[in-house]
């Protein structure tokens, strides 16, 4: 859209962030008592909850792995969560998809061999989706897995990014994501600095790949404080009571 | 993929595999960013349908166009599916049905094509709001064995740029398709070459392999797949199973880079692509001389490997085999090629002529297909510097064109 | 809030949840200490959705429930032209984990996501809480067509009561945008929006029944029952009533017979319950 402007001659984005600035970001941890880990955040009008089951038993022998645990990752989408009804809120190809990258991601950061023969579900629902869909849920999952309690190598922290004018954008919504810009979205485990999920939409040029995943990374460290905080926070909490 | 089926490798394979890797070895002797031989044959009778091979994985592609209604909410936009579908005589742990593999691979195929504007959908638009054309790209999985999904993107990539749609006048509010007899099939308007590399990584990202083989996978715990195309640009990129640090990420890219680079000279070699060159059908040829340059310059390829490969035991095998391969969409397997008395269409001579010279390849020069057998035969094993003449007209021999161009014979 | 807080109460709930809940329902008690006839408390939040025409999140103990109300234009049926369509869809998302329990669109013990669907749209349409000829824009031609759908967020017993609400305030909390016809097309122009006229509007209670022994003549009803009485308890009794107090709908689905004497108590404390609601749903509305 010619007339949309999405970084203002000030630097300043549509919705008056700065290109680095991410949105408000608020959790509500262990909402729901009847899963074993479960989690409300809102990143900006991004609203995800995410529950975790487990470690329980398989329910197919054929998920039984001898070695490790079987992660069981379902995405889905209200029916209200965008501007246009979305029909189908779950088994479309790209809930299909998000899912399956999601327990990809989650296989590489939960510590599965101390769980063998068990299995993790995890399920995601987007109650209302202002953009950045995919990496809110990852924020969300990972508390939830702490609230469930199961061992990972580190937090699981992403964002999305793209690259407007030259100047990398980081924490997109609605608009700035379908926007002319590239899309990458990349999870990182904060401490070690390793990526765990990378996913790059539209065509991005080699060139400017390096600034935009540094960016991208250094958002994920943002993240990673917010969500530390909140962590403990709940944890003082629930001591107290 | 099914995983109570799926063929399970023993501790002793998976440990040999491992080490070698950390050698640096791999089991079929490749280094550890070499692609193995790919091969793309797009169909000469049928326009839009490819096969393409990458070591042993067999994959097909057929492309169909159909005019139908767009979609109310994007009234100026053609429709474009990709639909993969295994075949169970691709891998013992195949399904009939989709599978999560399946929808994986649809998905990434939908990014590289519709998400980075590849192929223009609206250029697919006849008439705003009632006509449009959707493009079906069926992908068939005949072999599985490795690295699925670069040969899935391949195949979908040739089979759009080998596809020929029906031409189309427009008229205020009334379009008039023209049947493929009277105006020739225009191709599709493909703005870049997307092509996928697939990166293999074992334990914890600390070894990486480029397009891994079946026994290879099996040891994997993940993948990194990198869309790009010649204009240096990512179309989309994929990581999954895996930590990597990010300049493992920024690296595998630049290596992305010079694969995609190797891969569409192949793909330009077999697709009959070139870059100075006008577009074939703008020529005003029939589809029957396309046919006729693309088998030679498939041809042309099998016997510069031919030459390289010195452990073949004589040129009838190789001939044979070519001249199968041809075959093989037209006529059932035969052990010798079927003789037929049909003619060359008059009009087109004079063009063989013209372009016999450019491409340096004459044709035979004898009366019948055994006889003619063995002169190929003795030009490929001498192996002198003669100009090695093969039978151009390959699927249709023709005893009138033949005596035509023993004059020709260098 | 359990009842008793010793180790070994928490030990024997670990261990036998079954029995410990049947232990203190037929001693007449309640897990969180709440009397047989009491409701848990309700909590109503309505438009915090922006991305749909009307939304309401509805809270209740352990039970959670979201509704989003979303507009489209389509044509009327032929049968009916003058009359729009009011679409209900409930599903149990899957963050409840309850498709373990096999029914698609998930569910719990007594009430499958299809029978949710059915029983709250009949109710919504035979309360004739909005009137269909409302949603029509040009007869014949162009009517709204409203998809309500409710998404369980977190079940703690059946969940009827949380998603009946759920509907209701979130049509009431619905704006439609104006449409005109201009020449054979709509215009629909987003500036204005106008809330749905709406009537009397439906709200649910749910009681679950249980016997001591199948001998016993008496029979414990239990008020807005949590997921492990409901598990205890056999039958449930669902009554629906409207705002000014009549009685619109009652289900009773399995568990023992009831006397006319027991139904009217549930009708009574049904019509109490409604009571309560509509000061809750007016004090949200403001």
Known sequence: ?241 | MNRSRASAISNCEKEFTLEAIQERKRLDGRSVYDYRQVFIKPSPVTHGNVLVTIGETRVQACVGCEVVVPRPQRPTDGLLYFNVLPSPMAAPNYDIGKSSLTMRVERLLDRCFKESRSLDTESLCIIAGQKVWSIRVDIHILNDSGNITDCCVMASFCALKHCRRPYVTVSGEHATIHPVSEREPVPLNIHHTPICITFGFLSEGNYLLVDPSIEEEKVLTGHLYIVMNIHREICTMQLEGVALQHEEVVKCTKIAMTKVNELNKSINKYMGIRTNAKNMDEDGQSILTNVLKETTLQIDNIQTAANVQEDRKNGKDIIQEVQEDVYEIMYPMEEEPPVTEEEEPPKTKPRDKDTDEEEEVTVTLTKDDITGLTSIETGLTSNTGEQTSVNRNSNKETSGTRGRKRRKRK | MVLSQTKMDLDFRLLFPEEFIKQILDEGYREDGRSHNQTRSTTLTVGSFKSADGSAVVRIGGTCVACGVKGELANPRAISPKDGFIVLNVEYSLVTGSEKLGAIGGGEKFFSSQSLTQIIQDIIHSSKFINLEHLCIEEGKICWSLNVDVVVLSCDGPVIDACVLAAVSALKNATLPSVEIESEKPLVSMATRNHLKTGQYPLMTSFAIHKKEVSDTNIGVLVDPTDDEAQYCTGIVCIAVTNDQKLTGLYKYGGPAMTSDDIQKCIRKAKKQATILVKLIDNTMK
């Open chain 1, 1 to 241: 859209m010619a007339d949309f402007e999405y970084l203002s001659p000030e630097g300043l984005r549509s919705d008056g962030r700065r290109p680095q600035e991410l949105r408000v970001l608020s959790c509500n941890i262990s909402h729901c008592l009847q899963a074993d880990g479960s989690a409300y955040l809102q990143q900006g009008n991004t609203r995800v909850i995410a529950t975790v089951y487990g470690p329980h038993d398989v329910s197919r022998r054929s998920e039984a792995q001898h070695d490790k645990a079987f992660i069981n990752c379902q995405f889905s989408m209200a029916t209200f969560s965008t501007s246009e009804r979305k029909k189908r809120p779950t088994g479309d190809k790209s809930c299909l998809e998000t899912s399956l990258a999601l327990k990809k991601t989650f296989e590489a950061a939960i510590l599965t061999d101390t769980y063998p023969h068990s299995k993790i579900d995890i399920f995601v629902q987007i109650l209302q989706s202002d953009g950045s869909d995919k990496a809110v849920s990852i924020n969300a999952i990972t508390m939830a897995l702490i609230d469930a309690g199961i061992p990972m190598k580190d937090y699981v922290c992403a964002t999305s990014v793209t690259l407007i004018n030259d100047t990398p954008i980081v924490d997109l919504n609605y608009f700035e994501e379908r926007g002319p810009g590239p899309e990458l979205i990349v999870g990182t485990l904060p401490k070690s600095g390793k990526i765990v999920f990378l996913q790059v939409n539209s065509r991005l040029h080699i060139d400017n790949m390096e600034k935009v995943l540094k960016e991208g990374m250094n958002g994920n460290q943002r993240v990673h404080t917010i969500l530390d905080t909140l962590i403990k926070k709940h944890l003082e909490k629930s001591i107290l009571t």
